[in-house]
């Protein structure tokens, strides 16, 4: 899936993982926030520079993201309960993609 909205993104693994956007953009280390904030990595340097998916979670350097998706695919591996999360957001991201272009199909509701 490509992705291309970040405000969809961080909603999507927000909503997801019972977190803030603001949380996952924050400096907090809290697990909750530091496991959002790897996913939305991870997910964004799919089809991203690891520097672009660095930046939309405002860290400054790409091995932010080179550790995050590292972390991620390590825990996709062992843990089930993260493989379904990362399921769940990627349907939320579709679901919040799907009602922004119904909505409307002039505006360009999602700005990158």
Known sequence: ML???????????????????????????????ALARQMVMTLWSESHSLQDAA???????HTAAF??????YERLHYCEN???QMRKILEKYSQIILEQTTESSKN????A
């Open 3 to 33: 992705i291309t909205c970040q405000k969809a993104l961080l909603q999507s693994a927000a909503d997801v993982l019972g977190v803030t956007p603001e949380d996952i953009l924050g400096k907090r280390k809290r697990f909750a926030e």
């Open 55 to 61: 930046e939309i979670v405002n860290r400054t350097h």
């Open 67 to 72: 550790y995050a998706r590292r972390k991620i």
């Open 82 to 84: 993260s493989k379904e």
């Open 108 to 111: 360009n509701t999602c700005e």
